[in-house]
């Protein structure tokens, strides 16, 4: 497949490559089939970061699966930072009173949205509340967050791909990767 190269040209490294995001979501859906075997399971997505992590484990799971969507953003904050004052663009569109129910998110960096999420959606009386990230930066916790799967742990290095963004763009590069430093001069504030 010829591949376009301004895609990528802004990708200092590539952290995770394409082949190790799929096997990590297949041992992950296989994980999660096997704990919640026998139990039909509603994945919860935060947008728009975990859309692809979403979409691909939602399919490497085998059980009867709901999916409900929501999207949050954080007040102020900047590109790079989280604020931790959260705002619901997005709610639930069904109920989950009684529900095992599992996060999906891209990743945990502070901690302030999980600790937001996990505080509202305990309010809606799931039978169970869990999270699944994909990505894991502890050294920049601020909250304690009880993360039942990890995909991967990684160094504090702004990354982007497979969802995540910078200024809204390379949501959809296949790999997750370090930009150059200078993209970020040059989208200051986007
Ligand atoms: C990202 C990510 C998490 C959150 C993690 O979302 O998807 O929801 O930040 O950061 P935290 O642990 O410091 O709170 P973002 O606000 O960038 O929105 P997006 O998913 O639409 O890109």
Not at 15 to 44: F, S
Not at 112 to 121: A, I, P, Q
Not at 161 to 179: A, M, Q, S, T
């Amino acid at each position: 497949m010829s591949e376009d190269a301004s895609l990528h040209a802004d990708v200092a490294e590539i952290l995770l490559t394409e082949d190790e995001i799929q096997a990590k979501v297949r041992a992950l859906g296989a994980q999660i089939g096997a704990d919640y075997a026998g139990r039909p399971l509603t994945l919860v997505s935060v947008l728009k970061g975990s859309l692809p992590f979403m979409a691909d484990l939602m399919r490497a799971i085998e059980l009867p699966v709901r999916i409900d969507l929501m999207e949050v953003s954080s007040y102020g904050g900047s590109a790079t930072e989280s604020s931790g004052l959260v705002r619901i663009l997005k709610d639930l569109s069904a109920s989950i009173a009684d529900e095992d129910v599992l996060i999906v998110e891209d990743i945990i960096d502070t901690g302030l949205t999980l600790n937001y999420l996990v505080r509202y959606l305990r309010g809606k009386a799931p039978a169970s509340l869990r999270i699944c990230t994909l990505l894991d930066k502890p050294a920049r916790r601020l909250v304690e967050i009880p993360v039942d799967y990890t995909g991967f742990t990684i160094p504090d290095q702004f990354v982007v791909g497979y969802g995540l963004d910078y200024g809204e763009l390379y949501r959809n590069l296949r790999y997750v990767g370090v930009l150059k430093p200078e993209v970020y001069s040059e989208v200051a504030g986007g």
